[in-house]
T-cell receptor, first 114, second 112 residues
């Protein structure tokens, strides 16, 4: 299995631009998670989906952030408009089932907003 | 107060030493506990789950103390390759959904 795939791996953009991050979970996994990691705040859960349905988006910072999962094999996290404080590493993770499941993380997207 | 707290470290110990980390959590309804490892500029990876009775995996031992609301990770005979950041993860069930919270991590550096 290829594992969780994220693209792009690196993104540099200017403040005000729209940024779209993409994630392909491991085939067969029914949970998908989006995280953001910074030195100051550590790893924060932004939103997670179960069977393509958003379950908890309480971690989404503000309306500039949106996430979708149109099907079981694809999810996007969009930031519009982007701001310098959005600079971080964004991880996508997937898992199967509930309870003591392991989350498998993608390699992350390093976002720098100038 | 953070829901999951860890000593950020860094812990700098010689190869072969035993090192222990603690992690405290504030929600008594927490159900599942994990330790993840994150290498520099890499993604987190599951190290081990933490069971109520405590569990061991080779040189690694995890313990859970529900009464005091903390979990611990013990690494014996540390290796250079153990250098990483160790993340404590707590999962709690709320009324409508589960919430997964990562600690900020404890940095461990093993010196030759």
């Amino acid at each position: 299995d290829a594992g969780v795939i994220q693209s792009p791996r690196h993104e540099v953009t200017e403040m005000g631009q729209e940024v779209t991050l993409r994630c392909k979970p491991i085939s067969g996994h029914d949970y998908l998670f989006w995280y953001r990691q910074t030195m100051m705040r550590g790893l924060e859960l932004l939103i997670y989906f179960n069977n393509n349905v958003p379950i908890d988006d309480s971690g989404m910072p503000e309306d500039r952030f949106s996430a979708k999962m149109p099907n079981a094999s694809f999810s996007t996290l969009k930031i519009q408009p982007s701001e310098p404080r959005d600079s971080a590493v964004y991880f996508c993770a997937s898992s199967f089932g509930t309870g003591r499941e392991t989350q498998y993380f993608g390699p992350g997207t390093r976002l720098l907003v100038l | 107060r953070k829901e999951v707290e860890q000593d950020p470290g860094p812990f700098n110990v010689p190869e072969g030493a035993t090192v222990a980390f603690n992690c405290t959590y504030s929600n008594s309804a927490s159900q599942s506990f994990f330790w993840y490892r994150q290498d520099c500029r890499k993604e987190p990876k599951l190290l081990m789950s933490v069971y109520s009775s405590g569990n061991e995996d080779g040189r690694f031992t995890a313990q859970l103390n529900r009464a005091s609301q903390y979990i611990s990770l013990l690494i014996r005979d540390s290796k250079l390759s153990d250098s990483a950041t160790y993340l404590c993860v707590v999962k709690a069930r709320y009324s409508s959904a589960s919430k997964i919270i990562f600690g900020s991590g404890t940095r461990l550096s093993i010196r030759p």
